[in-house]
């Protein structure tokens, strides 16, 4: 008998995995840049290295978890040795020692980051990949996801919000070993609590040159990944650029961008719930479309305001559209994997879900032009020399590039389009055999 898993045990997942990236990816740019005196040229060429890394390392992983066959499932071995690494790769990233400098600062950031980040794709292309095998139903991936997507935010009111503070009380290399003790801890709780089907360790497995073939056959998969592509790309370079923001356009103290973040954190959480019922009613393309769509719009006052008050209001809009698109992303992928699993019989969802995690980390390229233009264009290369007009050049990271991404992954999402039989039947979502 497979014994059932308990959605909230698989969801509290989501904020162990959350922890640790959040804080790596936010506060990165902050870190390295304002405070160690790295250049955003040679930031910017990590973020332009590891993409392609990450493209080599994202199948790699999935196939392999795919292939796994052991007693305690496809999925938890690889969690198990994922977690503490990630937590050790935190904690070296922002402990570097005290004598590095040029060029030996960027050979070690280079080195951290990559292992940090190769080491989150396999923890998360795992995780992700227990979802759609855990829960088949649609109004339960709904409601997990709902559940998993506000560990998530809580994850990040702590990792992002939160951090201000309490890496101004105990800087960021103690706070780096809280956090990693933190998220692997609660990874590994979660993972101890799933329980995966012994049915499909005796399956076929996928053969590499044919999961190839179909990935880059399946049109949806690709209209998805380019739409969760330039969405990720635009949150990654809010979280990155709301620290500057504080910084040099509301010229406030830096503890203020827990403010900002929070506000964003917590509507979006309130917001959850109100798009969780919009994709049972309406199901999740049309309301995915419209989530695009508010969260593109949501950016627009941002470039206006003047003020920490008004930056609270802009931002509260920003977190209803995001809480939208966190709610529906990961429902369109399990979509994709349900069609392709009963088309070929064949289980590969570590496969599709590392190939939909290396289409959002495409945000890698977006992200590097992006501060590469605010280094070519605005003269902005460290906190030591940030040119003439730093504040025109932050809301070009935090508004002017995040919009123009937006609006290109909503045109992307009005091409995806499932079967309209399965989709909605009486206004609800059917769920797939």
Same mark, same amino acid.
């Given at each position: 008998?497979? #014994?059932?898993?308990?959605? /909230?045990? *698989?969801?509290?997942?989501? &904020? ?15 870190? *390295? ?13 990590? %973020? &332009? ?19 796994? #066959? ?37 050979? *070690?950031?280079?080195?951290? *980051?990559? &292992? ?6 396999? @923890?998360?292309?795992?995780? =992700? ?18 559940? #998993?997507? +506000? ?15 309490? +890496?101004?009380? %105990? ?32 399956? +076929?497995?996928? !053969? ?10 399946? !049109?949806?998969?690709?209209?998805? =990944? ?11 370079? @809010?979280? +990155? ?10 010229? /406030? ?25 919009? /994709?049972? #009613? ?11 769509? @508010? ?8 470039? &206006? ?7 609270? %209001? ?10 939208? @698109? ?108």
């Amino acid at each position: 008998m497979n #014994r059932q898993t308990k959605p /909230v045990r *698989y969801a509290v997942g989501m &904020f162990g995995t959350s922890i640790p990236i959040n804080i790596f990816k936010t506060y990165a740019a902050i870190y *390295y840049v304002d405070q160690l005196g790295l250049s955003t040229a040679l930031f910017s060429l990590t %973020l &332009f290295i590891y993409t392609f890394i990450d493209a080599l390392d994202n199948p790699i992983y999935g196939y392999l978890s795919d292939r796994t #066959r052991t007693r305690w499932g496809r999925r938890r071995p690889w969690l198990v040795i994922g977690a503490p690494l990630l937590g050790l790769g935190l904690l070296a990233f922002y402990n570097p020692p005290s004598f590095l400098a040029g060029n030996a600062l960027f050979v *070690y950031f280079l080195i951290s *980051y990559i &292992f940090t980040g190769t080491i989150d794709s396999l @923890v998360n292309a795992n995780y =992700g990949a227990l979802f759609p095998e855990l829960f088949q139903d649609d109004a339960v991936r709904a409601s997990t996801n709902a559940m #998993r997507q +506000a560990f998530q935010l809580v994850a990040m009111i702590i990792s992002i919000a939160l951090t201000p503070m309490v +890496a101004g009380a %105990l800087g960021y290399p103690l706070t780096a070993l809280l956090y990693g003790i933190l998220g692997a801890g609660v990874i590994l709780y979660s993972t101890f609590g799933c329980y995966e089907n012994p049915e499909y360790q005796k399956q +076929a497995k996928p !053969q590499l040159w044919d999961s190839i073939k179909t990935l880059a056959a399946n !049109q949806k998969f690709w209209i998805a =990944g380019f739409a969760n592509a330039f969405y990720s790309a635009t949150m990654s370079l @809010v979280l +990155a650029s709301i620290p500057f923001y504080v910084k040099y356009v509301l010229q /406030v103290a830096d503890a203020q961008a827990t403010l900002l973040f929070a506000t964003v954190l917590l509507i979006a959480i309130a917001a959850i719930g109100v798009w969780a019922r919009l /994709v049972k #009613r309406y199901a999740v393309v049309p309301v995915w479309r419209a989530a695009l769509v @508010v969260l593109a719009v949501s950016f627009i006052p941002l470039y &206006f305001v003047n003020s920490l008050v008004t930056a609270m %209001l802009a931002s509260a809009l920003v977190g209803i559209g995001f809480a939208g @698109v966190i709610c529906t992303m990961d429902l369109i992928g399990a979509r994709i994997i349900d069609e392709d699993s009963a088309k070929s019989g064949v289980r590969r969802e570590a496969i599709y879900s590392n190939a939909i995690g290396f289409m959002n980390r495409l945000n890698g390229l977006f992200t590097s032009l992006a501060f590469y233009l605010v280094y070519a264009w605005y003269g902005f290369e460290s906190g030591d020399a940030p040119g003439p007009n730093p504040a025109q050049a932050v809301r070009f990271l935090l508004v002017i590039f995040p919009f123009v991404l937006m609006v290109i992954s909503a045109l992307f999402a009005r091409f995806l389009k499932f079967d309209e039989k399965q989709e909605v039947s009486h206004g609800r979502p059917v769920p797939h055999h």
